[in-house]
């Protein structure tokens, strides 16, 4: 299993929690996307399962790769977890948009009958944000308000606020902060063994704590992205050509993961701008963030025209710049 790195207050408040034999039946794990959530939540689950079974006698959520429970999970046939995610499509070569209100309501399989190795069960949903709405929502949320004796849901999230305040509520929240630099490295260094230290370096930076994204971004000339938002911001775009060569570059298909970084790092480029500013430019920069943030999620929610997104996408970095260098978006 993937090693975690970091996230010492989240481990150390879970495992309190099932130590105490009150392990709170549903957790959200919230926090930006690629710091290792996934992780927590899958070594969680293993954890909660083998200590099920008698003592463990590992720290944190380790369990020994030699015990049992844990080749059932490396295979994927333990009978008391279900993992819930988006299912490829009816053509197979894409994931679905959503998790399936079906998806959620098959889950009264796993509890229709007894658990089979101990008393308890674990499901966990990557990510919630994705579940279908209104069904798949509505459909957790039953389960969440009467719960099955013994059995944790761990809910994956990226943006909390997405999910129904009702699910929210029913739910204890552990909040998952970015790596610090040497936790990150760490975590790449294990993850890409092929990589040397002035790699490692330039995908910590890319990575900004986050070493999933860093990872899926490895190969893409980050930096030369990085260098076109930078321009932008810079001398902004009045006569639209940077934008339109930006965004003709990123629309086509074979540049799909490099448009993926472009929508995480669009708004995260406008709000380091807005760090460094003040006042009345600070409230600008502020306003711009929030488009930006709210176009590029609805880009990979509604799968919005990758070219338009961009040239819209790049108009709002480039009103960032001195006025000289605008043109209006």
């Not at 408040?13 to 959530?37: N, V």
Request: with cysteine.
């Amino acid at each position: 299993m993937t090693p975690l790195y970091g996230h010492d207050e989240a481990v150390a408040a879970f495992r309190a929690a099932l130590d105490s034999g009150r392990l709170h039946h549903a957790w959200l794990l919230a926090g930006p996307q690629g710091i290792g959530k996934a992780t927590f939540a899958a070594k969680a689950a293993l954890r909660v399962l083998a200590q099920a079974t008698g003592p463990v006698g590992a720290p944190g959520l380790d369990v020994p790769n030699d015990h049992y429970v844990t080749s059932l999970m490396n295979a994927g046939s333990h009978p008391d977890f279900v993992g819930l995610e988006r299912l490829t499509n009816e053509s197979g070569t894409d994931l679905a948009r959503s998790i399936k209100v079906d998806q959620v309501r098959g889950l009264h399989r796993l509890f229709d009958t007894k658990p089979s190795l101990s008393s308890w069960r674990v499901v966990v949903i990557d990510a919630a944000d994705d579940l279908e709405r209104p069904g798949a929502g509505n459909a957790l949320l039953k389960l969440l308000e009467e719960p099955p004796a013994d059995t944790a849901f761990l809910l994956v999230t990226h943006m909390p606020e997405r999910l129904m305040p009702t699910v929210r509520s029913r739910c204890r929240l552990l909040r998952f902060a970015p790596l610090k630099s040497d936790a990150m490295a760490s975590a790449l260094r294990s993850a890409l063994l092929d990589a040397d230290e002035n790699e490692i370096a330039r995908l910590v930076a890319a990575g900004e704590g986050a070493p999933g994204r860093a990872i899926a971004w490895r190969g893409l000339d980050i930096d030369a992205l990085d260098r076109e938002l930078d321009a932008l911001v810079r001398e902004g775009d009045p006569f639209n050509a940077r934008r339109a060569a930006l965004a003709q570059s990123l629309a086509l298909k074979a540049a799909q993961p490099r448009y993926e970084a472009f929508l995480a790092r669009a708004p995260a480029r406008i709000a380091a701008e807005a760090r460094s500013r003040s006042g009345p430019a600070l409230a600008e920069a502020l306003a711009l963030w929030e488009r930006a943030s709210a176009l590029a999620g609805s880009a990979r929610r509604l799968s919005l025209d990758p070219a338009s997104t961009v040239f819209e996408l790049a108009g709002l970095l480039a009103a960032l710049a001195p006025a000289r260098g605008r043109r209006a978006a």
